[in-house]
């Protein structure tokens, strides 16, 4: 079976100051992992996905994400927070392709305060 | 282009009341998903189905039922509404390739309050 957890469901940090949001996984296959945010209101938008290709995986609006299997952690960073970075956000683990379904984690609202 | 629609976007239901929520994509995807958010619980699957005629349950399907006639649409049916089912729900459609599951597209969602 897989798991995601997501550690902190609040997190707050200043405009400029760096972003980390942290997601571990349990899987018993190579997983896929993605990281989604919500703004409010809407559904939710891909921000990056690791496919084994390569462990840094860069996304959109800057953030990046690395995959450590020893450490069986998919963390999310931003060097520089910006206000419109202000969302909820998701880590998801996929299993293989004949199903596609996605296994999300409980999710962790960041605040960026000016 | 779209996406994926729902349908309707706000509802408010009395208890023991039915409805079909609506989901259409015109991204030709096989790959079709219903999930539910709760506050603090993250996407909770209750639905999905890999082509047209075909279904399956997800995590947490009681209370609900679908169906899938076309690749285009996959609406959700409520039977006998009760307040655990207050919720976002969020369609989603995906087109996994060569062993990958591709990204899912969502909808903007439907907020749903059993009363």
């Known amino acids: 079976a897989q798991s995601v957890t997501q550690l902190g469901s609040h997190v707050s940090v200043s405009e400029g100051a760096l972003v980390l949001l942290r997601c571990n996984y349990s899987?018993?296959?190579?997983?896929?992992l993605f990281w989604y945010v919500q703004y409010p209101n809407q559904g939710l938008q891909l921000l990056l996905k690791y496919t084994s290709a390569a462990t840094l995986v860069k996304g959109i609006n800057g953030f990046e994400a690395e995959f450590k299997k020893s450490e069986t952690s998919f963390h999310l960073t931003k060097p520089s927070a910006h206000m419109s970075d202000a969302a909820e956000y998701f880590c998801?683990?996929?299993?293989?392709?004949?199903?596609?379904?996605?296994?999300f984690g409980q999710g962790t609202t960041l605040q960026v305060k000016p | 282009n779209a996406g994926v629609t729902q349908t309707p976007k706000f509802r408010i239901l009395k208890i023991g009341q039915s409805m079909t929520l609506q989901c259409a994509q015109d991204m030709n995807h096989n790959y079709m998903y219903w999930y539910r958010q709760d506050p603090g619980m993250g996407l909770k699957l209750i639905y999905y189905?890999?082509?047209?005629?075909?279904?399956d349950k997800g995590e947490v399907p009681n209370g609900y039922n679908v169906s899938r006639s076309t690749t285009e649409d996959f609406p959700l049916r409520l039977e006998l509404a009760a307040p655990s089912q207050t919720s976002v729900y969020f369609c989603a459609s995906s087109y996994p390739i060569s062993g990958f599951p591709g990204e899912l597209f969502f909808g903007e969602g439907s907020r749903l309050t059993v009363l």
């Open positions: 998801a683990v996929g299993p293989s392709s004949n199903t596609g379904k996605l296994i």
């Open positions: 899987s018993s296959v190579p997983p896929y």
């Open positions: 189905s890999v082509g047209a005629g075909i279904t």
